[in-house]
């Protein structure tokens, strides 16, 4: 078995039953998602909990944004902050660099002051550990957010799917840990892991998100008061929420809707829908068949604000090495595809002079 094959934890109902993918129940599933949140029961729960504890601190300046400090104006900056740079920042962040070690920065000021260049919701340990295991084995038994198992299966996952195993050995959780340690998390030694059930530690969690959401709140008091803090937190929550959805639609809801022409991997049914693709600059499918690249957006139309801002931070000297697809994309998948068209054409052209004489 192959070790990503066993770096999370399965939940009670399995990821497979008699050597298939099982999906559960929606009962089974609000039952393990409650059961997993439960940090009296077990103290290891508590990422999980904590997971979703930011998803109830940003609620009431959702909710008091539109009660009180609502206007049109704030509306748009909540909207441009939360869709466009939240999402832009996680994908150069979590998905870029720390998953997929697309490009290096210079030096460890570079990394924390990227990493810190938005307000904090997701955890490395949740998003980047669970993320290898899903490019491994997308759409099969074991996927955390397998597209398969329903919208209900992936939007719960970050709890029901996503954290890691809690029984492995002293090699395999240095091999885990080290999967992530280059984003400058204080890792857990192995006997507090042990007593976590995490790389991470609560206390350094807690401390760091903490600062950051105090940061952030200030920065933006000064330059817009209140109102501007409430409707960007607003943001925050709005996003928060709906990224626990964009791996099901990443996948086509579960339908085939991949397009000749524009989705090239078909290995699986990730697709590049127009609207993370513009705003966040996530082309899903070109990153399945390039996920190791600084760049998604390969066509003309497809923005990558993700791509842009790591080209700034090189032009700036903070990215020291990158891997970038973009001429292997039109050599090996895009011309080919074009020479077949025409080819395609061509022929067809000659079979209508043929039967017109």
Known sequence: MSFLNRVLDPPSYGFTRKGQFYKPTNQEMWTEFFGRLNVFSDRKNWLAFFSWFTVLFFAPFCVL??????????????????????????????????????????????????????????????????????????????????????????????????????????????????????????INSYEQYQKWGSIAHPFWTLLHFLLNWAFWGAVFFLIGGWPLVFAIFAGVEVWTVGIRTYNYSGHGSGKDLRKEGDD?????????????????????????????????????????????????????????????????FYTQYYEPYLREKAAKSAKIEAKTVKSSR
Request: aromatic share 16%; proline share 3%; charged share 15%.
């Open 65 to 186: 944004f539109f009660v009180k400090y609502f206007t049109w104006k704030l509306l748009l900056i909540a909207f441009l902050y939360s869709m466009v740079w939240m999402g832009t920042h996680g994908t150069v962040y979590l998905h870029r660099y720390g998953t997929h070690h697309a490009f290096t920065f210079s030096n460890k000021v570079w990394l924390f002051l990227v990493r810190e260049l938005s307000v904090k919701v997701i955890p490395e340990e949740v998003y980047m550990i669970s993320h290898h295991v899903h490019h491994y084995i997308s759409e099969k038994p074991g996927d955390p957010y397998n597209v398969h198992g329903g919208w209900l299966y992936c939007f719960l996952a970050d709890v029901n799917h996503q954290g890691v195993a809690k029984d492995l050995s002293r090699e395999e959780y240095k091999r885990l840990a080290g999967m992530i340690d280059h984003t400058g998390i204080k």
């Open 264 to 328: 090239f991997d078909r290995t699986n049914l990730s697709i590049n829908q127009l609207w993370p693709g513009l705003v966040t600059g996530e082309w899903h499918n070109n990153h399945h068949l390039f996920p190791n690249g600084i760049r998604a957006g390969f066509q003309p139309y497809q923005l990558d604000y993700a791509w842009w801002v790591i080209c700034g931070c090189r032009a700036l000297g903070g990215v020291e090495t990158w891997r970038d697809h973009t001429e292997q």
